[in-house]
């Protein structure tokens, strides 16, 4: 495992994402739920892993539930980092909230609170007022944010008047805005970003094409419409190829790509044991620069068709029939 050193502490550079824990919008069932999700953890720990990525949000906290339960007995192994959903985050309840997280997750202090998406109603300067008492009482060991700008995240360190040490966004080969201002400032002042939806939610596996799409809320996403999942197959095949000479898969090749940059964690989630391994050992992979400047040309040529586009896709094929 590769690690990321912030905060004095060593974050394992591959996390485990935690959504699909009890989240009915992925589908997996109660089985996954009750059994798989447990041996994904535990086999995580057992793999070098000790970033857990889980929400208040997941389930309606049923993610913490489980991610409590599997960390029975293993708590000094693991690195919590749980999020406070922005339903009016005033200081009393983002304190009320993360202590219901705690309780969720069985641990007297969390790993890393995070503010999980910016909130334009309630000042930051009143959640930090939270997030503050919460560092002070030893509740919370660090705090992050979620989904902020950079404007945004300075403007939350200021409030707090403390180090927020990590930001964690959508990043990844098809999603590269942080690496314009997030990326330098947490390479630059010791914090780190945390890669969500490393693999694009399964499309960067090169699992999925137009003829095999997944059922539910992926179906909805832009990335998932049949027109772009043909227009990232030239990425998929360079992906492809590159794997190949690493005797390694796609998806690996893309968490390989985020965690070669300094200061950057991935937490990909998994639907089975063998995904996570797979995950895990994509932190063994040296990409060479000269690879990693063939996948950022091939990325930047990706070039999606939007919601407008496909209405206009579809009246021409109601026009036509
Ligand atoms: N802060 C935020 O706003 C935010 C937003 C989204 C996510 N997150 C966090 O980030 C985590 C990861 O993001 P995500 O779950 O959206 O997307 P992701 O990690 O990109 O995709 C996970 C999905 O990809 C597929 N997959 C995983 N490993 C694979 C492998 N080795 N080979 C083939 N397919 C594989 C699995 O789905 P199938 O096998 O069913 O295809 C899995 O459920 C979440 O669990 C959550 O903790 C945070």
């Not at 029975?72 to 997280?101: C, E, N």
């Not at 979620?146 to 403390?162: D, I, P, Y």
């Not at 945390?194 to 699992?207: N, R, T």
């Amino acid at each position: 495992m590769k690690y990321v050193e912030v905060s004095g502490k060593k974050i394992s550079a591959i996390g485990l994402g935690t959504w699909q824990f009890g989240s009915r919008e992925w589908g997996y069932g109660r089985e996954y739920t009750e059994k798989t999700a447990i041996n994904l953890v535990h086999r995580a720990l057992e793999l070098g892993v000790n970033l857990i990525d889980t929400a208040e949000f997941y389930g309606f906290g049923k993610s913490e539930t489980v991610v409590g339960n599997a960390i029975s007995g293993l708590r000094d192994q693991v690195y919590i980092a749980t999020k406070l959903f922005p339903i009016f985050p005033v200081s009393s309840m983002v304190l009320a909230r993360a202590k219901a997280s705690a309780a969720r997750l069985q641990v007297d202090s969390i790993g890393l609170y995070q503010l999980h998406w910016p909130n334009p109603l309630v000042p930051i300067a009143e959640t930090s007022k939270g997030l503050k008492e919460l560092l002070d009482r030893g509740l919370a060991a660090d705090a992050g944010v979620s989904n902020f700008s950079l404007n945004q995240w300075r403007r939350a360190e200021a409030a707090l008047g403390k180090p927020i040490i990590s930001n964690q966004v959508h990043f990844s080969l098809l999603s590269r805005g942080p690496e314009a201002e997030l990326l330098p400032f947490a390479q630059a002042n010791n914090r780190m970003i945390i890669a969500y939806s490393p693999l694009e939610q399964g499309v960067l596996s090169g699992k999925y094409n137009s003829a095999n799409r997944p059922k539910g809320m992926r179906s909805a996403r832009k990335l998932f419409y049949p027109a772009n999942l043909d227009r990232v197959r030239p990425l998929l095949d360079k992906m492809a190829q590159i794997a190949k000479g690493h005797g390694a898969t796609s998806s690996q090749i893309a968490l390989a790509w985020l965690i070669a940059k300094p200061n950057v964690a991935a937490i990909p989630g998994a639907a089975t044991l063998a995904q996570l391994e797979s995950n895990v050992a994509s932190a063994e992979i040296e990409l060479s620069s000269a690879e990693i400047e063939i996948l950022n040309e091939v990325s930047n040529q990706f070039d999606p068709i939007g919601p407008g586009a496909l209405l206009t896709d579809l009246k021409t094929f109601v026009r036509r029939s």
